[in-house]
């Protein structure tokens, strides 16, 4: 989505079309993750995608690549979505919403092609994709997937399991709309909010002051949260046993939510005493939220941990 202020805007957001742009890609894609030749994006799969139903997408400053956004159709026998498989943004232009604004683009592409819901993965340890993806933009979690790529030898997943959750972007509900416009609970309701919810992951600071899990529980009650480490790369560097710890505390904490059919809502950082914690709020699945077919027999629950 470009700013209505063009002069004032450097970014400019298109589809890529020409090869020295497809080779920009790998670049950005190896900058932001040093990824392996098994997650390479080559120009010959750009093409193919761009050009048989997908989207290549990219994010300039002049005639350089920064960003980009990769998807195409699919398919889960009941309905068409477009399947976003890699958002990525050039190290110095993180933290400058270009990944949002990518996703609002993508949104618009998607909904010119007919198609109201796209999805994709991310790790939930990580709580700046959290925080774009559930309490920016207004995805849902619906699925929660042990290990799912396997090993992967790139940076970002050195030394851990590929766990992710699966998220549905429900681009043209009321939600997505209200967050798109800017509509948020305030920091003192996220406060309220975790005071008030009962605690999935236990957690104490480490012998370095970072913060481990010590303990699972189920949720219970109305609401519910689940404690995700506020920058994982941090426990990489001065608690990397805590890399274990954290992601099967993660995990089990998933399954136990799921297993009594609680779904994640949002996704916040709460501030306390001096030090910012990141959290999944949850709360118990409306009977709406059990998708139906054939007659209304149950398809399955909202969320879904795939053992």
Do not use: C
């Amino acid at each position: 989505m470009t700013s209505p202020d063009r002069k004032a805007d450097p970014l400019r957001f298109r589809r890529l079309g020409k090869p020295e742009e497809f080779r920009q890609l790998e670049e950005v894609q190896s900058a932001a993750f040093g990824s392996g030749p098994e997650g390479a994006l080559t120009v010959p799969l750009q093409r193919a995608v761009q050009d048989n139903g997908g989207l290549v997408l990219g994010a300039f400053v002049d005639i350089h690549l920064v960003g980009f956004a990769l998807g195409f159709l699919g398919w889960d026998g009941r309905r068409l979505y477009h399947y976003s498989h890699m958002t990525a943004v050039r190290p110095e232009y993180q933290n400058h919403h270009v990944g949002r604004r990518l996703k609002e683009y993508q949104r618009e592409e998607v909904l010119a092609m007919g198609l109201e819901e796209i999805r994709w993965t991310f790790d939930p340890l990580r709580s700046r994709n959290a925080m774009l993806n559930i309490r920016r933009l207004g995805g849902r979690p619906t699925s929660y997937f042990p290990h799912y790529y396997g090993r992967l030898d790139d940076t970002a997943n050195q030394d851990l399991e590929t766990d992710r959750v699966q998220l549905t972007w429900a681009i043209t509900s009321p939600t997505v709309l209200a967050r798109l416009d800017g509509r948020f609970p305030t920091k003192e309701e996220d406060h309220a909010r975790w005071m008030s919810s009962s605690s999935v992951i236990r957690t104490e600071p480490g012998e370095s002051g970072i913060r481990l899990p010590t303990e699972v529980a189920e949720p219970t009650g109305p609401s519910a949260h689940l404690e995700i480490p506020f920058d994982i790369e941090l426990v990489r560097q001065h608690e990397p046993k805590g890399l274990w710890r954290w992601r099967h505390a993660v995990r089990d904490a998933f399954r136990a939510a799921y297993d009594l059919h609680y779904v994640v809502d949002d996704f916040a950082i709460v501030s306390t005493e001096h030090e910012r914690r990141g959290f999944y709020f949850l709360r118990p699945a409306d009977p709406s939220e059990v998708e139906a077919v054939d007659g209304g027999a149950p398809a399955r629950a909202a969320p879904a941990f795939l053992r």
